[in-house]
T-cell receptor, first 117, second 115 residues
Framework: ETGVTQSPTHLIKTRGQQVTLRCSSQ?????VSWYQQALGQGPQFIFQ???????GRGNFPPRFSGLQFPNYSSELNVNALELDDSALYLC????????????????FGEGSRLTVL | AQSVAQPEDQVNVAEGNPLTVKCTYS??????LFWYVQYPNRGLQFLLK??????LVKGSYGFEAEFNKSQTSFHLKKPSALVSDSALYFC?????????????FGGGTRLMVKP
């Protein structure tokens, strides 16, 4: 177990709705990343938060947004859901990170599986 | 832009035999390289990483990987496969200078170890 917990584990939404996914980081970690893993594919980087600020973003539209809280937990929000948003959303925390580009392996949660109908 | 290729969708090996899961990468400059494993309905687990130094990196569960700069490869290996090694394996790369831990993953290779 990595100590990273995500909720909910599964959810079903319809097109156009909004969803919030939550992540609790491993104790002591200060960086949270979110990844989208479509069925049969590798994870794709959405964005990363360090000290409550976004400090890296992948090729995802602005309707994907996030927050990091003082306790280093995090939320991923997706507005105006589309069918292609159906995927496993993975949260990863790390001990090192930040603007200096420090290296650390990622500790992943088990993911939130989103189905958009 | 950085990218990772895992040319084999699936690798089949008999228990006790050596295994190799292939990975090649493209990145500007020197890379940071990683291997992760994913079991069914689970998140990814870190196996090993190459940052600098010795080209042969040892990781968890007896796995190792060899960094080859000239071939831009980072193949995962294990001398003797176990049935419990059956899982989905992902290679990932990060450019030096990128903020934090933005990893680019390959498409994954399913390893099937048969008794």
């Amino acid at each position: 177990e990595t100590g990273v917990t995500q909720s909910p584990t599964h959810l079903i939404k319809t097109r156009g709705q909004q969803v919030t996914l939550r992540c609790s980081s491993q104790s002591g970690h200060n960086t949270v990343s979110w990844y989208q893993q479509a069925l049969g594919q590798g994870p794709q980087f959405i964005f990363q938060y360090y000290r409550e600020e976004e400090n890296g973003r992948g090729n995802f539209p602005p309707r994907f947004s996030g927050l990091q809280f003082p306790n280093y937990s995090s939320e991923l929000n997706v507005n105006a859901l589309e069918l292609d948003d159906s995927a496993l959303y993975l949260c990863a925390s790390s001990l090192t990170g930040g603007l200096a580009g420090a290296i650390g392996e990622l500790f992943f949660g088990e993911g939130s599986r989103l189905t958009v109908l | 832009a950085q990218s990772v290729a895992q040319p084999e969708d699936q690798v089949n090996v008999a228990e006790g035999n050596p295994l190799t899961v292939k990975c090649t990468y493209s990145v500007s400059g020197n890379p940071y390289l990683f291997w992760y494993v994913q079991y069914p309905n689970r998140g990814l687990q870190f196996l090993l990483k190459y940052i600098t130094g010795d080209n042969l990196v040892k990781g968890s569960y007896g796995f190792e990987a060899e960094f080859n700069k000239s071939q831009t490869s980072f193949h995962l290996k294990k001398p003797s496969a176990l049935v419990s090694d059956s899982a989905l394996y992902f290679c990932a790369v990060r450019e030096r200078g990128n903020a934090g831990n933005m990893l680019t993953f390959g498409g994954g290779t399913r390893l099937m170890v048969k008794p």
